[in-house]
């Protein structure tokens, strides 16, 4: 379920928390749900995404993981960086990518399109499910996969949602395109945050386990985790 070269026992070295290296180890943690949702799917079982609450598989340390986005990026421990700084990591590489690209895609036949997913990832897993995704073993050679925009706001797992879509693009540069929507920008978070009935980006990256002392701004001021990963994503999305 691991790549070899970056992983042993499904733990990353601790010499390999760079961009690449964490972008395998969250897509492979996804392949695993990816089964649970085909397995889901022969028993008849149906969720809608607030209400999924798969079983994850134990740590190799035998620890739970007490979320969607513990399982994906690993629990915090003494001897990995902490959730947030994956996050950061994540995002810069997914930056240098998206640098080489153009503004417009020119994207060739066969292409799978897929839009307005606003943070529902068991929606983005049902589609692979069905319709086949970027590992070798599920699709065509050659296919490609455009995603148009509005990855965040409303649903329960934008977070999860988001850093898979860029962990495929870190990993499949050629193959996975996404195209910013509206909702891809602080302001529009910002909005979706002030209803009552509703959540933005920025609400949903609060989540993040604290560690106050590992950032501070440029008066010197400790900083939620939350706020520094939400702009690590906006200057991606920028």
Not at 38 to 66: A, M, Q, Y
Not at 85 to 107: G, N, Y
Not at 190 to 209: C, K, N, V, Y
């Amino acid at each position: 379920l691991f790549d070899h070269r970056t992983t042993e026992a499904g733990v990353l070295k601790a010499e390999n928390w760079e961009g690449k290296c964490l972008a395998q180890f969250i897509f492979d943690r996804a392949q695993i749900l990816l089964q649970m949702v085909r397995e889901e799917v022969e028993r008849g079982e149906d969720f809608i995404d607030s209400k999924w609450k798969p079983t994850f598989p134990l740590n190799p340390d035998g620890s739970e993981c007490e979320s969607m986005l513990d399982f994906l990026v690993g629990n915090d421990t003494p001897n990995t960086p902490p959730q947030q700084t994956k996050l950061i990591i994540l995002c810069r590489e997914a930056f240098q990518v998206f640098q080489q690209e153009p503004t417009l895609h020119k994207v060739k036949a066969p292409v799978k399109v897929f839009g307005d997913i606003h943070g529902q990832f068991r929606d983005v897993l049902m589609c692979f499910c069905f319709y086949g995704g970027p590992a070798p073993q599920d699709d065509a050679a050659g296919m490609s996969y455009i995603f148009n925009g509005d990855f965040v706001d409303r649903g329960r797992h934008q977070v999860e949602t988001m850093i898979f879509l860029l962990a495929m693009k870190i990993l499949f540069p050629t193959r996975v395109f996404l195209n910013r929507g509206n909702h891809e920008e602080a302001g529009q978070n910002r909005a979706m945050s002030a209803h009552s009935f509703t959540q933005g980006f920025d609400r949903a990256l609060r989540r993040i386990p604290r560690h106050y002392d590992c950032y501070k701004n440029a008066k010197g001021d400790t900083e939620q985790p939350g706020v520094v990963v939400f702009d690590e994503f906006q200057r991606v999305f920028d």
